[in-house]
């Protein structure tokens, strides 16, 4: 499988800053409203991935489980400044004078890191079996796991550091509808599963040095389309050619989970933050093998 995912707007960590003349008073430098560096320059491309399916539905009932596993994907952004161009950090608000302890940024880097796993075991029921093919119903228990991991570290002289990490856990009963329409040599198939999970959510923050925690639980809405082509090359062995597209709500993101309260990572808070939506879509080709 050669996957990618959907990436929300991710937060500024880098902005400009201007020299504001101040009638009487001087020139003072202040936060500008340029982003120089945001979560956009986080470009997600595609990775590798796998996915494993057992079972047997040669009857009117049947069962299969699958198992699916992601690469992890890994991105870097950076920006840097110049002597007459520093950079103001995500700390403090446009407009505002510039601190000196967050801000006037020579350099600042972003490392970010992600990777998802599911699994599902299903019963099936033939509902219908025609000319025209076959139609079942599918009863069963999905689960998604989703880490997500980020750096963010900045330097005007002294070194500040902000790690982010979330641990998302989903987990609850599915149902779906298999339809399988036959054609010469080959039949096309497709599968649609939407389940509603339990939703868990484990954050860390560590803002130099100083570390808090925090946890939530919810809900989330979990959707799973399947399409693909199976060629027989054998009585035995089929190819398969398809796309696949695994969509969730409410998922907490390292990005949106990142701090930009000073208040707060002085105070060891952490908050959750799980409102986003991702999709992850992938083109696949792979091999069933039959008895």
Same mark, same amino acid.
């Given at each position: 499988?050669?996957v990618?995912?959907?990436? *929300? ?7 400009n800053?201007?020299?504001v003349?101040? *009638?009487g ?6 936060v500008g409203s340029?982003s120089?560096?945001?979560?956009n320059n986080?470009d997600?491309?595609?990775v590798?991935?796998g ?5 047997n539905?040669s !009857? ?10 992601t690469?992890?994907?890994t991105?870097?952004a950076?920006?840097f400044g #110049?002597?007459?161009?520093?950079l103001a #950090?995500?700390f ?8 000196p ?5 020579t350099?600042a ?10 699994a ?5 029921q033939?509902v ?7 139609a079942?119903l599918?009863?069963?228990v999905?689960?998604v796991?989703i880490?997500?991991?980020l750096?963010?570290?900045s330097?005007?002289g002294?070194?500040?550091t ?10 609850g009963?599915q149902? !779906?509808v298999?339809c399988?329409? *036959?054609?010469? !040599?080959w039949?096309?198939?497709l599968?649609?599963?939407f389940a509603?999970?339990?939703h868990?959510?484990?954050? #860390?923050?560590?803002?130099n040095g100083?570390a ?11 959707s ?5 082509g199976t ?5 035995h062995?089929h190819?398969?050619i398809?796309y ?8 907490a993101l390292a990005?949106?989970n990142f ?6 990572l002085?105070?060891?808070v952490?908050?959750v933050h ?7 879509? #992938?083109?696949?080709?792979g091999m069933?093998l039959?008895?």
């Open positions: 499988m050669a990618t995912r959907t990436m *929300p707007s991710g937060p500024v960590f880098q902005r800053q201007v020299d003349t101040i *009638p008073m001087g020139t003072e430098t202040r340029e120089v560096l945001t979560g986080l997600l491309d595609f590798t991935a996915r494993v399916t057992a079972g539905r !009857g009117v009932f049947g069962i299969e489980g699958s198992y699916m596993l690469d992890t994907w991105e870097t950076h920006a #110049s002597p007459g161009r520093l #950090s995500p403090t608000v446009v407009g505002a004078a510039v601190d302890a967050v801000d006037n940024n350099s880097i972003v490392n970010y890191s992600t990777d998802m796993q599911s599902e075991l299903n019963l099936t033939r219908y079996s025609g000319w025209n093919g076959d079942s599918l009863y069963g999905k689960s796991w880490d997500e991991a750096r963010y570290e330097d005007n002294l070194s500040n902000q790690e982010v990490s979330v641990r998302n856990r989903m987990i009963p149902l !779906g298999l399988e329409a *036959p054609f010469p !040599g039949t096309l198939d599968a649609l599963k509603i999970t339990n868990s959510v484990d954050k #860390s923050t560590i803002w100083l808090a925690a925090a946890n939530d639980n919810g809900a989330a809405l979990v799973d389309i399947g399409i693909n060629f027989f090359i054998t009585p062995l190819l398969r398809g696949h597209v695994l969509s969730l709500t409410d998922v990005t949106d701090e930009n309260s000073l208040p707060l002085g105070a060891g952490a908050d799980d409102n986003r939506g991702v999709a992850y879509q #992938s083109l696949y080709l069933t039959t008895h």
